[in-house]
């Protein structure tokens, strides 16, 4: 199975500050990969799928980069309402692995 | 619109079998194939297995050593987990989720509201 390295595994920032959080993939799933936000007591939401294309709906604030191996999610202001946990998810293969996800909370 | 409703939270003894089921609605059935993930209590999500919404085709993550089966009816449209010879491990969340038209899933863009079994004796 492809094993995903998500980090950090928790971060605290400011309203308005910059976010990033790391995948790393085990082998090469080109930009077979999706990052979802799962907020407190609710199911995973979708936010970015192919790596850097944006899911309908889902402000602009949020991008995806990376092919390969290396992959990047940024929320480029962080908002009160971004709060949970983000989890990267590749597709190259199966089965589907998730990252171990990233819990993002409000300083 | 697209919804997917699961059936109730479930407690169940170690050993026990537990069966769940995921309504879907909003879109066309047939069209898509059908994922269940885990999540146990404070941990991350878990690839369980996949369904073509005929039921002809199934994968299952090796992780659940054929414990684990999911069916689909048609004409409920309506997707069936059942997870056999229970323990406290087992305890968890479990979601369904619409995939792709492919077996290799893309996003897993709808996902049900989520169905809490509890295993405990």
């Known amino acids: 199975d492809i094993q995903m390295t998500q980090s950090p595994s928790s971060l605290s920032a400011y309203v308005g500050d910059r976010v990033t959080i790391t995948c790393r993939a085990s082998?090469?799933?080109?930009?077979?990969l999706n990052w979802y936000r799962q907020s407190p007591g609710r199911a995973p939401k979708v936010l970015i799928n192919?790596?850097?294309n944006l899911e309908t709906g889902v402000p602009p604030r949020f991008s995806g980069s990376g092919s390969g191996t290396e992959f990047t999610f940024t929320i480029s202001s962080l908002q009160p309402e971004d709060i949970g946990t983000y989890f990267c998810q590749q597709y190259d293969n199966l089965p589907p692995t998730f990252g171990g996800g990233s819990k993002v909370q409000i300083k | 619109q697209v919804q997917l409703v699961q059936s109730g939270a479930e407690v169940k003894k170690p050993g026990a079998s537990v069966k769940v089921s995921c309504k879907a609605s909003?879109?066309?059935?047939?069209?898509?194939?059908m994922h269940w993930v885990r999540q146990a209590p404070g941990r991350g999500l878990e690839w369980m297995g996949l369904i073509n919404p005929l039921g002809t085709i199934a994968r299952y993550s090796q992780n659940f050593q054929g414990r684990f089966t999911t069916t689909s009816d048609t004409l409920a449209t309506t997707v069936y987990m059942e997870m056999r010879s229970l323990t406290s491990d087992d305890t968890a969340i479990y979601y369904c989720?619409?995939?792709?038209?492919?077996?290799?899933?893309?996003?897993?863009?709808?996902w049900g509201q989520g169905t809490l079994v509890t295993v405990s004796s």
């Open positions: 909003g879109y066309s059935f047939t069209s898509y194939y």
């Open positions: 989720v619409r995939g792709g038209v492919r077996v290799i899933p893309g996003a897993l863009d709808y």
């Open positions: 192919d790596a850097s």
């Open positions: 082998e090469d799933i080109r930009k077979n």
